[in-house]
């Protein structure tokens, strides 16, 4: 069976971290750009990273510059997002997806468009 799965998510402080993981079995990680997303409470789920296929080349939606970070490990078929500095409004649902192509191209908060297969999503819950 296919799977693509998230983990790594939990209860935070304000200013703590996070570092989630996305592990994709049945398939190889190195043929996909793969970006995380999220959705909170009553919101439309937005793009928050994406990483090349490789990992040579990254985007960030403009409220976690310089706090999260994207990294691939394709020897392990796994993405990482390390989240510093989290901040309440950073809770939500974490997904990681696939897009079937090099570059993440237009990364932003949204559209959505391109993503193809989703992970079941992780929680985050960033409160003092």
């Known amino acids: 069976q296919l799977q693509l799965v998230e983990s790594g998510g939990g209860l935070v402080q304000p200013g703590g971290s996070l570092r989630l993981s996305c592990h994709a079995s049945?398939?190889?990680?190195?043929?996909?750009?793969i970006g995380w997303f999220r959705q909170a409470p009553g919101k439309e789920r937005e793009g928050v990273s994406c990483i090349s296929s490789s990992g040579d080349s990254t985007n960030y939606v403009d409220s976690v510059k310089g706090r999260f970070t994207i990294s691939r490990d394709n020897a392990s078929n796994t993405v990482y997002l390390q989240m510093n500095n989290l901040k309440p409004e950073d809770t939500a649902v974490y997904y990681c997806a696939t897009r079937p192509s090099y570059y993440c191209s237009n990364f932003g908060p949204y559209p959505l468009s391109g993503f193809d297969y989703w992970g079941q999503g992780t929680q985050v819950t960033v409160s003092s």
């Open positions: 049945g398939f190889t990680l190195a043929n996909y750009a």
